[in-house]
């Protein structure tokens, strides 16, 4: 099955500074790459997305870029606020013919400093 | 809209007790997930409905646990004979098309 690697654990910045998480997928065959915030005690919320015939998507401070040669695909937040804090997951879907089931990273502890 | 809800937000259970847990999805959204996540650790997959039958069930961890859904809308998922490490949060999601599955509050429970 699929399994998605997710670095780093933990990351701290400065407010103002720019945040990079990265995602490795193993199935070649998945084709949607979705992004979830989640904050202390709350549902993980949706905030970007990417399926495999894009390279990159922006949204605001938001961009996501995906390599499906390398099976790795990224989040980049810039001009990070304290307001971004937060734990970040990233997901793969597609592979195996299970295109409806998201496979999640561990997650990524996001703290911008002010 | 509304989102998708689910009860109770919390449940503590005594252990070898029989558990409910209720999904209320979006309405029309005809796919729902069950997860589970663990304290600092990332979302577990259980198992997926399309309409009201279960074409995956793969995730879920033993036969303890079960689930069903009615009228291709509410869910829910039983946990029977309730272990200590079932404590966790249960998050159900719904989608209405492929892979944009929306989140609800999740059911943190604690067996005792």
């Known amino acids: 099955g699929e399994n998605v690697e997710q670095h780093p654990s933990t990351l701290s910045v400065q407010e103002g500074d720019s945040a990079v998480i990265k995602c490795t997928y193993s199935?070649?065959?998945?084709?949607?790459f979705p992004w979830y915030k989640q904050e202390l005690g709350k549902r993980p919320q949706l905030i970007i997305d990417i399926r495999s015939n894009v390279g990159e998507k922006k949204d605001q401070r938001i961009a996501v870029t995906l390599n499906k040669t390398a099976k790795h695909f990224s989040l980049h937040i810039t001009e990070t606020q304290p307001e971004d804090s937060a734990v970040y997951f990233c997901?793969?879907?597609?592979?195996?013919?299970?295109?409806?089931?998201?496979?999640f990273g561990k997650g990524t502890l996001l703290t911008v400093n002010p | 809209g509304a989102g998708v809800s689910q009860s109770p937000s919390n449940k503590v259970t005594e252990k070898g007790k029989d558990v409910e847990l209720r999904c209320d999805p979006i309405?029309?959204?005809?796919?729902l997930y069950w997860y589970r996540q663990s304290l600092g650790q990332g979302l577990e997959f259980l198992i997926y409905?399309?309409?009201?039958?279960?074409?995956?069930k793969s995730g879920l961890p033993s036969d303890r646990f079960s689930a069903e859904r009615t009228g291709g809308s509410v869910s829910t998922l039983t946990i029977q004979r309730t272990q200590q490490e079932d404590s966790a949060v249960y998050l159900c999601?719904?989608?209405?098309?492929?892979?944009?599955?929306?989140f609800g509050p999740g059911t943190r429970l604690t067996v005792t």
């Open positions: 409905f399309q309409g009201n039958s279960a074409p995956d």
């Open positions: 999601a719904s989608s209405d098309r492929v892979g944009e599955q929306y």
């Open positions: 199935d070649s065959a998945s084709n949607y």
């Open positions: 309405s029309g959204h005809t796919a």
């Open positions: 997901a793969a879907s597609g592979g195996g013919g299970s295109n409806y089931k998201l496979t």
